[in-house]
């Protein structure tokens, strides 16, 4: 039976005719081979590569294969030799039974393209079965009155071989009675028919024994015997008589067991026993007899099993009615077999991929052929896949259809697809079956590792420990596998190349996570950048790159360190103060500065101890050091200061600075070296002693040189002059101004005029009054650009 089919893929329900999309179908004289039944496994039938025009190597790479249509693996494929096998003994009686030829379809599938082939393989019949009689004895009655020449129906024997193998001949023992007459039946056998030659005489014989032989056409030929005993009846005038020769019904296949088929009728003329009818089934097959039973007595026929369209779609059923005198005659029915939908459509794989690789073209999965054993609409087909799936269903040869990807399938979106194949016949009512199919994405290395931050922002307190884990990159991989495994790698900063990065930092390549790999030092570096490389596993591999920025943060690391007064452990640098001055008067300026930043570098000055407390004063954020009230003769002359300079860090860090302060009524006043710095000096080491006096002689010598070079030029303008400032008629010093610059800690300049006092012993200096720094000087006009200047230690300018 061929059904027709309807495809419907995607739920569209369209009719297709068989379209060649990409398939080839060979030609009516390609594939066509034979093989005789029951050979061993494994016998050969053909090469099939050199049969399709293929190389060994072309035979595996295209992916041949061989599939049966009735989905059961006769043959196989040997793709080493191209070689096409027998996987089993092939039993011709029990793939067609008397079915001739006995014919098994496959096709031959191919990929790259995909091609599908035809071919038809012969099971040729041997000669393994004898003809064989149902029973070993028949008991004829004949009328001793019949007429020469009348043939009775003998039943015929079997032969489950076919064609040539097949009951060719019968033959009968030679008797003086009898011949055998063979005669051909509507369904393409012969039968035997026995045929009186001569009148018979119950009283002479009254019964007769002859011997049937049936004889195939095999080589050598086989036989099968019965036995016929002829039984001759005296005189009875008349026969049955079926009121039909021939009954013609229908029964549907889903007829229930004992349903009435047909009911056949004979009479008979004569009265009494001979006029006793009884029905039997005459020369029935196997499957009739097995199918139907009649009652002997009523000539109803009924159903004694299920009927079924698709195995046998009509029965010819002979049947015989005898009398009570042994005479017999014989009627046909015929049945036909009414289809209905039983039987859903069957959907038969012959090739299948449940994986498909992510980014492919038109890839072919399935490879399915449906069928139906019914027939008419009932065998008719609707064959679709779900809506708004990325795949094509297409229709190729013999019912075949194609499942393929409709398209590049993108495994991060959707990793795997159910598909559920639909096939649904015409009857009524409507039969379905349906497949699923889990078709899973395979993954190929197309997305690069991605950062979760294109830069990345650590700190870390400098002074830290080595191998600090100070922060972690992170990237992540939409593939799968070894594709999405991301592996990390430190990259040299293009601006900077020579950045020593391998001895800062280093990356942890599983997990991302960054070390410090020794202490840093804000002071030395603040900040650095450096890129990291993440990189899959996959072929190739791919990468992506982010940017790794580090700041340094400072610690209160660095104590602060004073610049001004210098403590190099020589000796201290005094300061003076002259007696007349102010509260608030600047005496000095303690300068230091701390290596740290931010609040750990905000400095703060405090006075811890003084000689007279109260007297002086420290401002507490720019170090100056001023007088607190005015001075008074009661004052001691030498002060010492210790000053202590303090960062604003965590916990915070601190120097301290001794200033000496020396009050003088003069700067005529000699300088005279505190106690405690002598005695500090006396305890110094020998050589360090030796060059300090050394280093003072000869700074004595210079001084002294140069005071007596100014002190003549001086007297020598001093006559020429005509006024001045101050007068000193007979002193060796003229009236001159002092000039307090504040180019050392002071933060203004200050002038004093000054004058030596003539007749003084000491010759000590006698401060007059403060002159306004620089602008009075400039206003003032004072011939300035002709007196020479000379700058002492102490930061004053003589003029």
């Not at 979760?452 to 002074?463: F, G, I, K, M």
């Amino acid at each position: 039976m061929e059904a027709g089919t309807l495809c419907r893929p995607r739920q569209r329900q369209v009719l297709f005719l068989f379209l060649f999309w990409g398939v080839s179908l060979a030609g009516s004289g390609f594939g066509r081979y034979s093989v005789t039944e029951e050979t061993e496994r494994g016998s050969f039938v053909v090469n099939l590569a050199k049969d399709l025009g293929l190389g060994d190597q072309e035979l595996v790479a295209r992916g041949v294969r061989v599939v049966s249509d009735d989905n059961k693996q006769h043959l196989l494929l040997d793709s080493q030799t191209g070689d096409l096998l027998t996987n089993e003994k092939l039993d011709r009686e029990k793939l067609c039974g008397l079915t001739e030829p006995c014919v098994l379809y496959f096709q031959i599938l191919m990929d790259n393209p995909f091609q599908i082939y035809r071919a038809e393989l012969r099971v040729r019949d041997i000669n393994d079965h004898s003809p064989m009689f149902r029973d070993q004895e028949t008991v004829l009655k004949i009328l001793e009155s019949t007429a020469e020449g009348t043939a009775f129906r003998l039943e015929r024997a079997e032969d489950a071989d076919g064609g040539l193998n097949g009951i060719q001949s019968y033959t009968i023992n030679p008797n003086s009675f009898f011949h055998i007459k063979i005669s051909d039946s509507d369904e393409g056998m012969i039968y035997p028919e026995l045929v009186l030659d001569k009148a018979l005489d119950r009283e002479k014989q009254h019964e007769l024994t002859l011997t049937l032989t049936a004889l195939d056409g095999g080589s050598p030929p086989r036989s099968g015997t019965t036995t016929i005993r002829i039984v001759i009846l005296d005189i009875n005038d008349n026969a049955p008589q079926f009121s039909q020769t021939i009954y013609e019904t229908q029964a549907p296949e889903n007829s229930p067991v004992g349903s009435l088929i047909a009911k056949v009728s004979a009479g008979d003329v004569d009265s009494g026993v001979n006029a006793d009818i009884s029905y039997s089934l005459f020369d029935a097959s196997e499957d009739i007899r097995t199918t139907f039973q009649i009652n002997p007595f009523s000539g109803d026929i009924v159903l004694i099993v299920l009927l079924d369209y698709e195995l046998v779609k009509s029965y010819k059923i002979n049947v015989q009615a005898m009398d009570g005198g042994g005479l017999t005659a014989t009627c046909t029915v015929l049945v036909e077999v009414l289809d209905i939908n039983d039987n859903p459509p069957e959907l038969i794989i012959s090739s299948l991929s449940n994986y498909v690789a992510e980014n492919s073209p038109e890839t072919v999965l399935a490879v399915f052929r449906i069928k139906d054993r019914d027939s008419g609409e009932n065998g008719k087909m609707l064959c679709y896949i779900q809506d708004n799936l990325p795949f094509l269903l297409k229709p190729s040869v013999e019912n075949f259809y194609i499942l393929m990807t409709e398209g590049g399938l993108d495994r991060e979106n959707q990793a795997e697809y159910n598909i559920t194949i639909t096939v649904t016949d015409l009857g009524t009512p409507r039969l379905k079956t349906q497949h699923n199919l889990t078709v899973t994405v395979s993954d190929v290395n197309d997305n690069a590792p991605a950062f979760s931050q294109s830069s990345y922002t650590l700190r870390v307190r400098e002074n830290n420990s080595p191998a600090l884990h100070i922060g972690s990159v992170s990237a992540t991989d939409r593939d799968e596998g070894a594709n999405a495994q991301v592996t990390y790698s430190l990259l040299l900063p293009p601006h900077d190349p020579h950045l020593p990065l391998a001895s800062l930092v280093s990356i942890n390549a599983d997990n991302g996570q960054l070390f410090a790999l020794r202490a840093l030092d804000y002071e030395a570096l603040q900040a650095f950048e450096f890129g990291v490389r993440a990189a899959d596993r996959g072929s190739p591999a791919l990468s992506s790159q982010a940017l790794v920025r580090v700041l340094v943060v400072d610690a209160n690391d660095n104590a602060p360190f004073v610049l001004y007064p210098l403590q190099n452990g020589s000796a201290p640098c005094t300061e003076l103060v002259p007696r007349a001055a102010e509260a608030g008067y600047l005496v000095t300026k303690v300068v230091a500065v701390d290596g740290d930043s931010g609040q750990n570098a905000w400095l703060s000055y405090q006075l811890l101890k003084a000689t007279e407390p109260g007297l002086f004063g420290v401002w507490a954020h720019n170090g100056e050091v001023r007088t607190a009230r005015l001075l008074s003769e009661r004052d001691a002359v030498k002060h010492r200061l210790l000053v202590l300079v303090k960062d604003n860090g965590e916990p915070p860090l601190s120097a301290s600075v001794t200033l000496h302060v020396l009050l003088v009524d003069g700067f005529s006043q000699p300088y005279l070296p505190l106690p405690d710095v002598a005695a500090a000096e006396a305890r110094a080491d020998p050589l360090t002693v030796y060059l300090v006096i050394a280093l003072a002689s000869v700074s004595s010598l210079f001084l002294v040189s140069v005071l007596v070079f100014v002190a003549v030029r001086l007297c020598r303008r001093s006559r020429a002059a005509s006024g001045g400032g101050c007068s000193v008629p007979e002193g060796p010093f003229a009236g001159h101004l002092v000039d307090v610059s504040g180019t050392g800690t002071l933060s203004h300049s200050y002038q004093y005029e000054v004058c030596l006092r003539g007749g003084s012993g000491t010759g000590e200096f006698k401060f007059l009054k403060p002159i306004i720094p620089n602008i009075q000087a400039q206003s003032s006009g004072r011939n300035s650009e002709e007196n020479p200047t000379f700058r002492n230690s102490f930061g004053f300018n003589f003029q």
